[in-house]
C-alpha cells in the first residue's frame, strides 16, 4: 500500500494511527473489564471471518489492537478491511 | 420468595416474565449473533462472581434467560440480583 | 438429503443423533461452566466462518447443540461441515 | 511479598517467570487463534471472581500473561493466586 492510499484510508478511520507503514493501532478504554471482553470476543469473530487477526493488548478495561500484514510487513488492503469491521463494532 | 415480594421485585425488573414461582425468563433480541455472544460472554462472567448461573439459550441474534434456584426449585433472591445484573449489561 | 445420505453421515460423526430428518443434535457435559463457556465462544466462532449457526443451549456445565437448516426446515450438508466441525473442537 | 516468598511461590508456578520483583509472566502456545480466545474468556472469567485481572496480549496463536499488583507496584499474594488458577486452565 503507497503512502497516499494508506493515508487517504486512514481518513475514513476515525480512530486508528499509522506506525509509519509498519501498522495501524487503536486504543478504546471501555467502562468495564467486562465490557471490554464482550468487544474482544466480537473481535475474534470478526478476525477468523476475515482470515486477517489483529494483535489485541488487554490491560482491565482498554484494550490495545495493533493490524499488519505479517507475511508483507507492512499495511494492506487485508488491515484496512479489518479495521473498518472493529470500527462498526465499536461504534 | 413469596408471591407478593416476587411481584415487587418485578415491578423493577423490566423485560422479566415469571413462569409461576418457579423461574424468572427474559427474551432479548440482538442486531447480529456477534452482538448476542458478547452479550452472552459478559452474562456468563457475572454469573461467576455470583456464583449463579442463568440457563442461556442463543438462537443466532436471540438470547434467551432463564434463571430459577435449582436447589429450592423456586425463585429466590440470588435470581433477583443476577436478573438485575443482567439488565445492567442489557440498559 | 436423503435419508441414506443422512444415515452415512451420521455414521462419522459421533455423538450427533439425528431428530427424523429435521436436525442433528449433540448433548456434551463439561467440567465447569467455565470449559462449557470456553467451547461455545469457540463454536461461535467456528460458525461465524461457516455462516451457518446452531442452537446452543448452556445449563450450567453441560451444553445441547441443534443444527438445522431453517430455510429449508431439514437437514443439509452445511449441517453435516458444522457438526464436523463442533467435533473437531470437542476431541 | 519477600523475594524468598516469591522463589518459593513460583517452585510450584511451573511456567511462569519472574520480571525482578515488579511482574509475573507466562507465555503459552495453543493449537489456533480459537483456542487460544477459549482460554482467554476462562482466564477472563477467573479474573472476575477473584476481582483481580492480568494484562492479557494475544498474538493469533499466542498469549501473553503479565500479573502485578499495580496498587503495590510488586508480586502480591493475589498474584500468585491467580497463577494458580491460570495453571488450573493450562493444564
Chains 1, 2, 3, 4 share one sequence.
Do not use: C, Q
Amino acid at each position: 500500500m503507497t503512502e497516499p492510499e494508506l493515508l487517504e484510508a486512514l481518513a475514513s478511520l476515525p480512530g486508528w494511527v499509522a506506525e509509519g507503514g509498519a501498522a495501524l493501532t487503536r486504543t478504546h478504554k471501555f467502562a468495564s473489564h467486562s465490557e471490554a471482553m464482550g468487544f474482544v470476543v466480537r473481535v475474534a469473530m470478526a478476525a477468523e471471518v476475515l482470515d486477517h487477526h489483529p494483535d489485541l493488548r488487554i490491560v482491565y478495561d482498554t484494550v490495545h489492537l495493533r493490524l499488519s500484514s505479517h507475511d508483507t510487513g507492512g499495511v494492506t488492503a487485508r488491515d484496512i478491511r479489518l479495521a473498518r469491521k472493529i470500527n462498526e463494532l465499536l461504534d
